[in-house]
């Protein structure tokens, strides 16, 4: 099989590009390829709420195929092998798909094996993580039963997607205590392999204002390393000493390790690092010109979001069509990303920024503060505009 496009992924990033594509250039049709294992598309940013048990688990899933533009084709199988010297890859089922020009839009993985003891952990009813489809409702299923004690909120030290999200469900679930009059017997504790709140530092005054306000506890350079669902303790490596460091729990909420997808971490596509290796404003790769990449997979110096790609996604279109009319690329990625960072039930300051932790803020107001219009707009309307704008390649 030979495709004029082949798009690896068909999640936020490779659905939007090619609903992009294909608007704007209906000739395309036929001619481009989504390769996506997955029957199902999920809108992560809602998970949050789901955690927080504000929203349900299925509004934020549909099928895959609803979401495949029309003139695409998919291809439900996995990506196994990159052989960029030959414009070609090999799927799981051994089939080769040759292409001239590639995208690759694979996300980021989670690498829950290296929690020791997670998986148990996920089963015993104190211990959810919002990073998941199949994990995300057992946060609010343990928040419901929390009733005092120690309340654990993790952060790994590798980059994550929505760098917010960890601490985002620690707000909610604080606020959530006081509505059920458990706060005075609870701790609430914030243990990051980071080593601050926030990188912007505009909105990071207003989140250390809230945990100092909140009495929230932040610890920072400490990893999780394993979990004990017997003794209910959490174990994390002190990234400065070396040492062990066992923590106390009666409510945990994990966020897992995360690195590029192994099948591209093993391809010449990676960086040192494992990352699809992109300029960082034009996303075409650095070392093959026919490939370009978008959003979690990619090694672009900004936040890991949904929003992101929403303006990444034109500019790839744009120089990626143009590349295939051998003109220049002009368009320009400036790093833009959004942390819609929820700090309670009705509560929401939405962190917007450009490349060097620059705020560039939507609002004709100060958005380090937090608001319900903020919230509004988090719950009801993006994600009216990710189904039936982003999506659709109309925003
Ligand atoms: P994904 O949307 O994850 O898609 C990757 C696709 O690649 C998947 O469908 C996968 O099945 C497929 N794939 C994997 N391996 C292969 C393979 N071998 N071959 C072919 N296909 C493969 N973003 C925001 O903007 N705002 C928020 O408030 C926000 N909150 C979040 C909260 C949580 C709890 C989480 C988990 C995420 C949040 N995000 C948020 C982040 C946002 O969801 C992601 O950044 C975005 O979905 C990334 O898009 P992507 O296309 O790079 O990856």
Redesign the pocket.
Known sequence: MRFKIVI?????????VAAQLLRRWRALSGEIAI????E?????????LV?AGITPLSVTVRE?ERVIPPGAVWIR????LFLPGENRIV??SGESIAYDWLVV?????LDWDKIDGIREALESGTVGS???FDT?EKTWNALKRFEGGMALFTAPNTP???G??PQ??MYLAEDSMRRKGVRAKATVRFVSGGTMIFSVPKFAATLNRIVRERNIETHFRHNLVALDPVKQEAIFENLESGDRVRMPYDFLHVVPPQSA?D??KESPLADAAGWVDVDMHTLQHKRYPNVFG?????NLPT????????KQAPVLVHNLLAAIRGEPLSARYNGY????L?TGYGRLMLAEFVYGDVPSETFPFDQAKERFSMYVL?KEL?PIIYWDGMLKGVM
């Open positions: 690896v992924g068909g999640g936020t990033g490779g659905i939007t390769i996506e294992p997955s199902k598309h999920y809108y992560q940013p809602l998970w949050t955690g895959e199988d996995a990506v196994e799927l799981k839009a694979a996300g980021i993985q919002n990073y998941a995300v994550v997607k929505c917010g999200a985002k469900i997808p099948f591209i978008i959003g979690d997979n990619t936040a890991r979001t949904g929003a992101a790609i929403r990303a959004s942390c819609p929820v988090k993006l």
